[in-house]
T-cell receptor, first 116, second 110 residues
Framework: DTGVSQNPRHKITKRGQNVTFRCDPI?????LYWYRQTLGQGPEFLTY????????KSRLLSDRFSAERPKGSFSTLEIQRTEQGDSAMYLC??????????????FGPGTRLTVL | GDSVTQMEGPVTLSEEAFLTINCTYT??????LFWYVQYPGEGLQLLLK?????DKGSNKGFEATYRKETTSFHLEKGSVQVSDSAVYFC?????????FGKGNQVVVIP
């Protein structure tokens, strides 16, 4: 078990460009979450998947954002036409939800996005 | 909706001092409560948790008790070390997601 991994760790892009981040959860975990963290704030929920199904999206997730988890394993988060306000740390977490299993989420190291 | 409030501002204290970070929550039902820690340059790590009223979570000398009557989950440590310098986040799990407080930066001076 190598934990949750995220790539890239850092991304610098120009306004208007598209970016894509990847998250690899802990292998047996059936839930995967995306959060966004801006400077001086706690993480804010964006969306989550149970297996390959995206079950909920936050109002923070505008139409420029899309997330996928095609085979119920890794996930990608794409931001189209980036804006300076998208600059933040994007965190991925995974958990195992089921009978008798706790709701503990394990976090990856995050992808820091800077939009110039 | 569910929310978590942490005391304002960074906390600076000397090594071996007593640490308290206040956390209160608003939620429907009885959520699980967590403290996460973020060391410089690292990701969020679970520090401790409590799943029902009066439960006490503990880890690495830190403790927090789930108080339903005051909707609180204050973090305490009796004697901090320089290595405890980090940002601490209180969180609750409800509606299929974690809701976090703003975090408190703790700086421990030798």
């Amino acid at each position: 078990d190598t934990g949750v991994s995220q790539n890239p760790r850092h991304k610098i892009t120009k306004r208007g460009q598209n970016v894509t981040f990847r998250c690899d959860p802990i292998s047996e975990h059936n839930r995967l979450y995306w959060y966004r963290q801006t400077l001086g704030q706690g993480p804010e929920f964006l969306t989550y998947f149970q297996n390959e199904a995206q079950l909920e999206k936050s109002r923070l997730l505008s139409d420029r954002f899309s997330a996928e988890r095609p085979k119920g394993s890794f996930s990608t988060l794409e931001i189209q036409r980036t804006e300076q306000g998208d600059s933040a740390m994007y965190l991925c977490a995974s958990s195992l939800i089921g009978a008798g299993v706790s709701d503990e989420q394990f976090f990856g190291p995050g992808t820091r996005l800077t939009v110039l | 909706g569910d929310s978590v409030t942490q005391m304002e501002g960074p906390v600076t204290l000397s090594e071996e001092a007593f640490l308290t970070i206040n956390c209160t929550y608003t939620a429907t039902g009885y959520p699980s409560l967590f403290w996460y820690v973020q060391y410089p340059g690292e990701g969020l790590q679970l520090l401790l948790k409590a799943t029902k009223a009066d439960d006490k979570g503990s880890n690495k000398g830190f403790e927090a008790t789930y108080r339903k009557e005051t909707t609180s989950f204050h973090l305490e440590k009796g004697s901090v070390q320089v290595s405890d310098s980090a940002v601490y986040f209180c969180a609750l799990y409800g509606n299929n997601r974690l809701a976090f407080g703003k975090g408190n930066q703790v700086v421990v001076i030798p």
